[in-house]
């Protein structure tokens, strides 16, 4: 993405090294990154050494507000950025007032404090504060460096829903620990400006009441108050034990001398870069419970109240040397400061779904969606939730389920669903199956916004007469309707060809096959004689066909056992050889376990996930011609007419006097063509240009089209 960054200025400070190490990791991500910024200063060069474009918009004055606008806008218009990024108050104002002018870019707001400090600007900037607060619920993403921060702003007219915390990033290469030659008696340090907020006093009386400890502040600043500093430690007897020192610029060195670094603040601390680096150096730390300090910490035995130096002291004293680098990799690195901050940029895409309940087009969009991390997923289910409903919700996805009885919308429910379209403001929108592509075309609609529509249809058409009445006007409604997605994905060649027979637009499809985890699916030890049929129970899975040919075999090959496994299968009336197991969720293992994997479907089927999850686990398949079916299995396995049972159960038969438990070659051949990770590079790229020329299909995964066309 093009991602511009709005600062006031470039000149030292914890914002602006911020800035760089973020803008550096974007651009090393693929990302075009720039960063406008009204003055200049020394970061300026650090910028560009890290591969972004910086440019001075040269605010000549403060009162040059009209003509430094016009440069402004000329500048953010040149870059055409999908992102607006304001980094700190009146930078988050420019971003917004910048985005009608820009092509309505998403627009960030960077909050860097966990409090104002607004009441010491004047007028203007009291004033800036209060049009900060009046306006943030405009902008599209509010990112907060701290916890304390969020909760501040929050409460003052923040809209909680779009904020979010990726707090500082420790550049944990430069932090490391050094050399510390261990003492008798322990060193305590506190590294800070001279200011109150500091609350220096706290640290020195507890000081006073640990006798056997060193104590070493390091800081300049208020000259006035460091003076009644070291006269409070003059008077506390501390002298001989502490030792000051100015700022210094070699802080993994300072860090060293350290035991224990202190930090004492009384407010105004949003995420202590202090904290962070010290213990990025090997260095534990005590801190006062203000701001995120106990949560980088992540101890409560190290946190004492604010101002309470008899509390310190006692941390003091209970203090025991342990190694806190370890948290600070895991959880505030520049990586998750990169990561974090990606996620939230990236694009958002709305998944429009029939349903998330058992089935492999269920299945398939639920592995997308953790698939692909670097985009921003919400998913609307038209029908009530289901297994990949939660398991999505707990994986920490926006899931909204609208409750609609099977192909009867209410208003109810088409109000919620203009009321989530409005408020996730996607940036792609993914009809998944007939109604979820339907309903994704109203969202189109109710975004108020040329917003890229990809239809993904996933299963054949051989005959309308097969679907309900309710999804066939559906089908031929989206016929109609086909010019208005970008693209159209379709899981099979004969599915593809079948709908564009019908009326769907040619020119917009696009070839997308399911796709694989071999790390999930791996063969196993087969039971011989073992022949499992697995699939939810619909007319298109033909369970009557599998259930004859299952009596024939029986009585041919005694000792054969049959299971059946998937949602309402409970319903079906079997023989004693059959065992009916229900929906499972072991079923990598499962599929394993089989001699013999069949898929008895007699129409609709487009990429029999079944066939290939069983093709990974080297399980030797027997298959009706229906979809692709004889696409994704090649050479391998068996393959039968559908509503045959006679001919599907002497395709059992031959495979189990063949003695074949394994067949390597399916599961090659999975690696080869169907695997997860092309499938989702894709997908990738289709979401992030859904407009761009479509590739031609690669000759080594066109199927042969034997199937028939759908009736009209």
């Not at 914002?15 to 974007?26: D, I, N, P």
């Not at 693929?30 to 200049?40: A, I, K, R």
């Not at 969606?369 to 289901?386: D, E, M």
Request: hydrophobic share 45%.
């Amino acid at each position: 993405m093009k991602i511009a960054f709005i600062i006031r200025d470039l000149g030292h400070g914890g914002a602006q090294r911020q800035l760089v190490l973020l803008a550096g990791g974007l651009v090393q991500q693929g990302h075009e990154v720039s960063v406008l910024h009204f003055y200049g200063g020394p970061f300026r060069d650090e910028l560009e050494s890290v591969g972004a474009r910086t440019v001075c918009i040269g605010k000549r004055s403060r009162w040059d507000l009209a003509g430094f606008f016009i440069r402004l806008v000329k500048a953010a218009r040149s870059i055409r950025p999908a992102v607006l990024h304001g980094y700190l108050a009146e930078s988050n104002l420019m971003a917004l007032f910048l985005k009608p002018l820009c092509g309505f870019p998403r627009v960030v707001w960077g909050v860097r404090d966990s409090q104002t400090d607004a009441h010491l600007w004047g007028v203007l900037g009291r004033l800036s504060f209060r049009l900060n607060c009046l306006l943030a619920r405009f902008a599209d993403v509010i990112i907060c460096n701290s916890q304390a921060g969020r909760d501040y702003y929050a409460a003052r007219g923040y809209p909680p829903k779009k904020m979010h915390v990726v707090p500082n990033g420790i550049d944990t290469e430069k932090f490391q620990p050094r050399p510390h030659t261990p003492s008798a008696v322990s060193t305590f340090g506190l590294v800070g400006r001279m200011n109150p907020m500091k609350d220096i006093a706290t640290f020195l009386r507890a000081a006073a009441l640990v006798p056997h400890a060193q104590f070493l502040i390091i800081g300049s600043g208020d000259a006035a108050y460091e003076q009644q500093m070291r006269s409070l430690a003059t008077s506390l007897g501390l002298d001989d034990r502490l030792t000051w020192m100015p700022a210094q610029k070699d802080m993994p060195t300072v860090y060293a001398k350290f035991d224990c670094l202190v930090n004492s603040s009384a407010f105004g601390e949003g995420f202590s870069n202090v904290i962070g680096e010290a213990m990025a150096c090997g260095v534990p730390c005590i801190a006062s419970d203000v701001g995120d300090s106990a949560w980088i910490i992540g101890d409560k035995s190290r946190i004492f109240p604010v101002g309470d130096h008899a509390a310190l002291a006692q941390c003091m004293r209970s203090f025991t040397p342990h190694d806190p680098r370890p948290r600070i990799v895991e959880e505030f690195s520049v990586a998750k400061l990169i990561e974090r901050t990606s996620r939230l940029l990236a694009k958002k895409v709305l998944w429009l779904t029939t349903g998330l309940g058992s089935g492999g087009a269920e299945m398939m969009l639920a592995q997308l969606i953790r698939g692909l991390p670097h985009f921003q997923h919400s998913v609307i289910s038209l029908t009530a939730g289901g297994k990949h409903a939660t398991a999505l919700h707990e994986g920490g996805y926006e899931v909204h389920s609208l409750d609609m009885p099977a192909g009867k919308p209410t208003l109810a429910s088409l109000w919620r669903l203009f009321r989530i379209v409005r408020e996730t403001k996607a940036d792609v929108l993914m009809g998944w199956m007939y109604h979820g592509c339907f309903a994704a075309v109203l969202a189109r609609f109710m975004r108020f916004k040329s917003v890229p529509v990809i239809w993904n249809v996933r299963q054949s058409l051989y005959d309308l007469k097969h679907e309900k009445r309710g999804s066939a006007l559906v089908i031929r409604a989206l016929a109609s309707l086909s010019r208005l997605p970008a693209r159209i994905t379709y899981n099979t060649q004969t599915g593809a060809r079948q709908h564009e027979s019908l009326g769907y637009r040619a020119s917009k499809t696009q070839l997308i096959p399911n796709g694989f985890d071999l790390a999930k699916w791996l063969p196993g030890t087969p039971t011989p004689g073992r022949i499992g049929r697995f699939g939810r129970n619909a007319p298109m899975k033909d369970y009557a066909t599998f259930i004859a040919a299952a009596k024939i075999v029986a009585e041919k090959k005694t000792g054969t056992e049959f299971i059946i496994v998937g949602a309402g299968t409970e319903e079906l009336q079997v023989p004693a050889c059959i065992q009916i197991l229900g929906e499972r969720h072991d079923l990598p293992e499962l599929t394993a376990s089989l001699n013999i994997a069949v898929s008895s479907s007699a129409f609709g089927e487009g990429f029999p996930n079944v066939v290939g999850e069983a093709m990974a686990c080297s399980v030797p398949v027997v298959a009706t011609d229906i979809g692709d079916t004889r696409w994704v299995m090649g050479d391998t396995g068996r393959m039968v007419p559908p509503g045959d049972p006679a001919a599907l159960a002497q395709a059992c038969i031959e495979v189990l006097e063949s003695g074949i438990l394994h067949d390597p070659d399916s599961r090659a051949r999975i690696a080869e063509h169907f695997s997860i990770e092309s499938v989702l590079q894709k997908f990738a790229a289709l979401l992030d240009s859904p407009h761009a020329v479509l590739p031609a299909l690669e000759p080594s995964l066109t199927p042969t089209l034997a199937s028939p066309l759908p009736h009209s």
